[in-house]
């Protein structure tokens, strides 16, 4: 049998609004010149467009493929928890082991969005009911293609999912805290709204420097 990869990514982790994203891509390890071929490379390299594109061909040419969505509420959730390894990273390692366990393959390429990139490994091998091989780095989707193929998946549907929110409530720029065209958004709806709207993270330090907010952030 054909030794099966997986590679995970994630999108929006550090985004104040919209929904985090982790996908995860499964082919056989030896054929990944075939993803090099589709254009595949690290999605911050890529423009909206390609990245659209080249989303469509890793779909349609790669063994499977996961997606898993997690909402704002959800983040807010883990961070605010008060447990310290049962944060944010520790939510990300919970959703990769996931799509690993579902895509069941030989050995899972994932970029580490731990410091400690073993430590990161350990944490999702230890969520998974069967063995796998774990290969945790820091800038894995620059080094691995399926890793990058992920990426790209992930990206992608983050970006969906803001452009869904943009429909509804106007442009509020990327959703990241250093977009200023985001900031002016959050500091116009709050003065004229009670609370923020379910697609903010509340627990986000950026909204403690927002006049009038009531939102309660974390330190």
């Not at 063995?131 to 970006?159: C, F, M, N, Q, T």
């Not at 709806?189 to 627990?203: A, G, L, Q």
């Amino acid at each position: 049998m054909k030794a099966l990869a997986v590679g995970v990514d994630d999108a929006g982790r550090g985004s104040i609004i919209g929904p985090l994203v982790i996908a995860g891509v499964l082919h056989p390890e030896d054929r990944m010149d075939e993803l090099r071929e589709l254009g595949v490379r690290d999605s911050k390299k890529l423009t909206p467009a390609r990245r659209r594109k080249i989303a469509e061909l890793v779909k349609a040419g790669v063994s499977a493929y996961h997606i898993v969505e997690i909402p704002p509420y959800q983040v807010d959730e883990r961070v605010s928890c008060g447990v310290k390894f049962r944060k944010l990273n520790f939510l990300e390692a919970e959703a990769m082991a996931k799509i690993i366990a579902k895509l069941k393959p030989h050995v899972a390429y994932v970029d580490s969005c731990d410091v400690k990139a073993e430590s990161f490994a350990c944490q999702i091998a230890d969520l998974i009911p069967f063995k796998v091989k774990i290969v945790s780095e820091h800038g894995a989707d620059a080094k691995y293609p399926i890793v990058a193929a992920a990426s790209i998946l992930a990206k992608v549907r983050r970006d969906q999912a803001i452009e869904k929110l943009k429909d509804r409530f106007g442009d509020f720029g990327s959703g990241y805290p250093a977009d200023p065209k985001t900031r002016r958004f959050l500091e116009e709806w709050i003065k004229t709204h009670s609370e923020y709207p379910d697609f903010v993270r509340k627990t986000w330090k950026t909204l403690k420097h927002i006049p009038n907010s009531r939102s309660k952030t974390i330190e």
